[in-house]
């Protein structure tokens, strides 16, 4: 009942059908739909589909305005780290208006952005930076690690009334996987068990739920069960899901493309900390080396986690035995 | 007792009779009689009001000039300096108040205080408290009234100082090039914070005026006398007419002069806060540019005018005075009286 | 051999005394030396002391400039989150510059903004943003607590040839203190114990040290002996501090001005899960609740955290035996 | 053989000599060749140019134009579109080739790559990949220069697309109000990636040249045909002359034409980059405005001009032309043979 989909179009699938369904929604960003040409232009016509200049503080902050005053935008960014330019508004504006006026206005836009780009962009443009946008209260944030998540947490994201952070993993785009028919929506705030696994917990977010997910296939070649725990949303925090696996394998490997201290893999592993502390033996995290991202290959190979990595600190959490739950 | 609320769709005919003049000295002097008050509850009241409070006394021409153009459904859209427009909207002074005082009966239930009142019932949507940020919101507002086709028009009023910030300079360009309608109103108060704006503006440091900045967008641009409510209705006219038109933004600096400090002194608690004196007198010394603009205070001058012009009798300008003094003290009674909110309250409105 | 000073006046004498030593540092931001008579442009002069418009990315950026071009700026941002206009300066300019540039150049910069002023100036002029500061590879974060360690960090940070956020609390403004005389350095990346205790850990940052020790103070009333570890920079952060000493309590409490999951308390949580997994029996965050920070004064002081909140997390810590190290 | 890398330092008399203006050709050409070969090698030896590069060719006239009038220590501070510069300032196009195959003999030993390139000992401090934000850091080099009282001043390069961006305003006003001795070049390509620069500038959409935005700041704006270096060199060295003379900023808008697409298509590894068709033609589907502005390409006319103006002979811009060449190929040679770095050497530089 499903459809081999890339991760890219299963997304843009969303956008369409949303688009389809509600005429409040509307899709604007720098370097689409320059032309009349534009597929999306001709089905939903130049009020509702724009380009825009390279002005992200104001493409941002119009969203925000444009959905407190009835619109559901979605505005197009391309690199997250465009972002930061504008942040104020992602952190300190869309997530605060709804609050500071006592619940009068709400602010349903989503900000869609890829992250994490391996492939030579160098110390720019290569960044995971979820983390400075967790734990925001009143905005959300997804990242998605598979084409059907991808579409239904955009479904999700599109109908939420509050202002969602869309991040999808650059180096998925071209990925394939079945992505269900029809209309389709993931709820944000569900983890997902992406494998189930006796003897440890990965848990791994976005393109690095695929590594572990390899790591793992691996490892049960070598007698070791891991699951994989992917959370989908950074926020709201499916902690229950996490901490449940935890500790019933008593052992954790977090797998995050951010450096250390600025991964959701640090704040994940604090709630670990905080309710799993007298069940789990061992925990290691695997995330980016201490090191903005180099433009040559090895460099880059280097900082960002691999499969190996993630296979190594298994096994090294496997040398912990299991605290009895 | 409290006079009623303001008309919620002011009057708009081209020229202006005896009746909308009225409503024009009605409305800026409630807005003065306002502001004053919340001055004075520093004294009379002290620690009622918390964090930050900013003033429009000196603004009313301009809000109340400007506002005067506008239709029943339009978009206002100012900054954190921003008790005047609702009072103009009809917004009631006695849930404004309460939310100045942190009340549950606070337009938003305490959650904002004075820098953030909203009241998106009657299209005044919310502030932002970070310097021009709500000139992109404000542009968003006019984004939703083209897509939706809806004939709505913004006013989006934001201080000197915001000039100097990139959101301006973004929204005005996409504006105009997405022919939004849109009126930006730059209130030229002369300050920014503490600092004159001749300091940190690069037209000023010219001699010229900050409208100069519409020739960045290709965009009209005036510079109107702020205390003037007449002369600014005229030019914020014309700028609404466009947008109506579907031509686009406008810019407008209306210059006047705050007549109060840029806000209470910033204490750190337990300290209790205060209203100082005029950065005019207590940072620059210059006491004759402070009294050379309270001389052109604008209420007393359009006072003046229509008492010259015989739309009103001193006594019929006492009574709206009256009236206005009645209302804010009502509405001072009443959130006095107010609740606070529960603790457990703040939990609520995170999320839709 | 130290002098009463306040917190506010500490941070000031650092950067009078650090501008006299060197000719290259230099002072700007909004509302600062309006006119002639300013004291500190008395002192140095127009050119090195200067007023800006509200332009926080041209300001940060002309630092970013300014200081790979030789001079050494200190940029006055007043309240933190108006970085937040300018956050790709602060992120992914300042800290990226000297790496992509292959170490041919460094941004001695030092960005001074306060944090976390719970006043009443409700959602968007109250919060503390460090955590989005914290991890990001060559960009270094500070939070001084006391007017001692206030002076120190300063001289600190003006003296290092890294981006630094220096960050102190409003809420310490008037706080008063001893600060040793004369040239007084406190280097970056040492955690200083406030108080020992050989029964639980606190770890608090800012503001929050004070309301630790305050809590401190009335649970050794109880007979409980809690002591107070500050990390004092956040980025780079002492883990093995930390680490020793909660190996030694077994037990940890963790206080963080922020809301849990945009904390700094849960990456040292995290830090904490991954080096002394096996040697704690129970760890707690106290952090503000996850909300934007209201106006009105009974909700403010609901969302934050306060003394009576950590005086009972060390209870709730404390009734789990300690594990044996 | 290479040749030897350019004059450190340019002439800089107001008339141009025929020496001087075979150094300007001579300029140009190396630039053109260098960016011809990077774009060759996406096909010669893919997968060797990881990332996003983007070439300067169509805008050598701009570049040389400018910076002829620079003075020895000048710093020149342009986007991440950044081959062109460095050339001209003699860095090694060795290095700088090597840089771009991220080799450890690269400029920045492979740290940077095509968009980052460094050259801080010849006054290239480096360059910003995201959009605008250089502007500022540009600015802050002129603040240095004033501050040391150095007599530097900073040629500042950015595109058309950036001029949207909000650190563009902050900047030019804070220049403005600061006097610092800096130009800004506004490097009109026509393009802003896929977008052409009349979908999204309000001075575009009204025919106006983008230059009118210095109205923003009362600096002296001009624009100037980007395609002819003498015209550049003459608007640049009026404009250097006020920055030099203390008096502040200017902006001037060299309007041109990129004649490749914005850089290597986008890629997903293990997919290697390769070039695409410019978008006119891809996008627009408009090869007549391609062709025209080709026929207008900027060396091709100035190697016309100076052949009818007998400053070169046929036989003398052939050698120039082959030297540069050689120069160009030897740098391919050089990088193609430099060693990637070693994975342990990324933790390098992170902290000063
Ligand atoms: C981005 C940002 N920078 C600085 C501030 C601090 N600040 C608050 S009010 C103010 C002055 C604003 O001046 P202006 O725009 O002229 O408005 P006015 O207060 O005169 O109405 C400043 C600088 C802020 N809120 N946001
Ligand atoms: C803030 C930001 N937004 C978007 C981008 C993506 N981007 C990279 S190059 C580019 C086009 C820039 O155009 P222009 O300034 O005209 O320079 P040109 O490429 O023509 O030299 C864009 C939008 C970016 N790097 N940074
Ligand atoms: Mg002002
Ligand atoms: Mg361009």
Redesign the interface.
């Known amino acids: 009942m499903g459809k081999e989909m890339m991760y890219a179009d299963a997304i843009a699938a969303a956008i369409i059908e949303e688009m389809q369904r509600d005429p409040n929604v509307?899709f604007y960003g720098?370097?689409m739909a320059?032309?009349e040409?534009d597929p999306m232009l001709k089905k939903f016509g130049k009020?509702?589909v724009?380009?825009?200049?390279?002005?992200?503080?104001?493409?941002?902050?119009?969203?925000?305005?444009?959905?407190?005053?009835?619109?559901r935008?979605i505005v197009e960014l391309w690199m997250s780290?465009?972002m930061?330019?504008?942040?104020?508004?992602v952190?300190?504006?869309a997530?605060?208006?709804?609050?500071?006026?006592?619940?009068?206005?709400?602010?349903?836009l989503v900000l869609k952005a890829g992250y994490g780009f391996?492939?030579?962009?160098?110390?720019?443009?290569s960044?995971c930076?979820y983390?400075?946008m967790?734990?925001?209260?009143?905005l959300k944030v997804v990242v998605p690690s598979t084409p059907a998540d991808a579409k239904g947490l955009m479904v999700a994201a599109i109908r939420?009334?509050?202002p969602v952070v869309y991040l999808h993993s650059?180096?998925l785009?071209?990925e394939k996987g079945e992505v269900p028919e029809g209309e389709y929506v993931v709820p944000l705030g569900v983890a997902d068990i992406k494998r189930n696994g006796t003897d440890v917990t990965i848990v791994a977010i976005g393109w690095m739920v695929k590594k572990a997910l390899a790591a793992a296939e691996r490892l049960a070649e070598e007698g070791i069960s891991a699951g994989v725990v992917d959370p989908r949303t950074?926020?709201p925090?499916d902690v229950a899901t996490i901490v449940d696996s935890v500790k019933k394998t008593g052992r954790v490997v977090l797998v995050d493309q951010?450096?250390?201290?600025?991964?959701a893999?640090?704040?994940?592993?604090?709630?670990?900390?905080?309710h799993a502390?007298?069940c789990?033996?061992?925990?290691?995290?695997v995330t980016a080396?201490?090191?903005?991202i180099?433009?040559?290959?090895?460099?880059?190979?280097?900082?960002v986690p691999h499969e190996d990595k993630i296979v190594e600190a298994v096994k090294a959490v496997m040398a912990?035995d299991a605290v009895a739950a | 007792m409290p006079q009623k609320t303001a008309k919620k769709s002011a009057p708009r005919k081209a020229k202006t009779d005896t009746n909308q003049l009225r409503w024009m000295y009605t409305q800026m002097v409630r807005i003065r009689e306002f502001e004053e008050t919340v001055k004075r509850v520093f004294i009379e009241h002290p620690g009622v009001i918390r964090g930050h409070s900013h003033l429009g006394d000196g603004a009313e021409a301009s809000i109340v000039g400007a506002l005067y153009t506008r239709h029943d459904t339009d978009f206002v859209m100012p900054s954190y300096r921003c008790h005047g427009y609702p009072i103009v909207l009809g917004t009631p002074l006695r849930n404004m108040m309460a939310e100045i005082f942190g009340r549950r009966d606070g337009l938003c239930h305490g959650f904002g205080g004075s820098m953030h009142l909203a009241d998106p019932a009657r299209y005044f949507p919310g502030t932002s408290g970070i310097i021009g940020q709500s000139i992109a919101h404000a542009t968003g507002a006019a984004l939703t009234a083209q897509v939706k086709k809806s004939s709505q028009i913004v006013y989006c009023f934001f201080g000197d100082g915001a000039s100097k910030q990139g959101a301006f300079f973004e929204s005005l360009n996409m504006a105009a090039v997405w022919k939004l309608p849109i009126v930006y109103i730059l209130e030229n108060n002369q300050y920014q914070a503490y600092t004159h704006f001749s300091l940190e503006d690069a037209n000023a440091v010219a001699g010229d005026p900050l409208s100069k900045k519409a020739e960045a967008f290709s965009i009209p641009g005036a510079t109107v006398d702020g205390t003037d409510p007449e002369a600014v209705r005229k030019v914020v006219a014309k700028a609404a007419d466009r947008a109506r038109a579907g031509d686009g933004p406008s810019l407008v600096e209306t210059k006047f002069y705050r007549l109060s400090a840029h806000g209470n002194v910033i204490t750190v608690p337990p300290l209790p806060t205060q209203f100082p004196e005029h950065e005019a007198v207590a940072v620059y010394g210059n006491r004759k540019e402070f009294e050379q603009w309270h001389a052109k205070d604008p209420v007393k001058r359009f006072r003046a005018r229509l008492l010259k012009d015989r739309v009103l009798t001193e006594a019929s300008a006492k009574q709206i005075e009256a009236a206005a003094r009645a209302e804010v003290e009502d509405a001072v009674q009443f959130a006095l009286t107010s609740p606070l909110p529960a603790p457990e309250e703040a939990l609520q409105y995170v999320y839709a």
């Open positions: 509307v720098q370097n320059m032309t040409r009020e509702r724009r380009i825009a200049p390279i002005s992200e503080t104001a493409e941002i902050g119009i969203g925000i305005g444009a959905a407190m005053t009835g619109l935008p780290e465009f930061l330019v504008a942040f104020d508004q952190i300190n504006e997530p605060r208006l709804r609050y500071m006026s006592g619940g009068q206005v709400s602010v349903p391996c492939a030579g962009w160098a110390g720019q443009h960044n930076i983390h400075t967790m734990g925001i209260p009143g939420d009334d509050n650059y180096m785009t071209l950074l926020a925090l951010a450096p250390r201290h600025s991964s893999a640090a704040v994940i592993a604090g709630e670990i900390a905080e502390v007298g789990v033996n061992a925990l290691r995290m080396l201490d090191a903005p180099p433009y040559s290959e090895p460099l880059e190979n280097y900082v912990h």
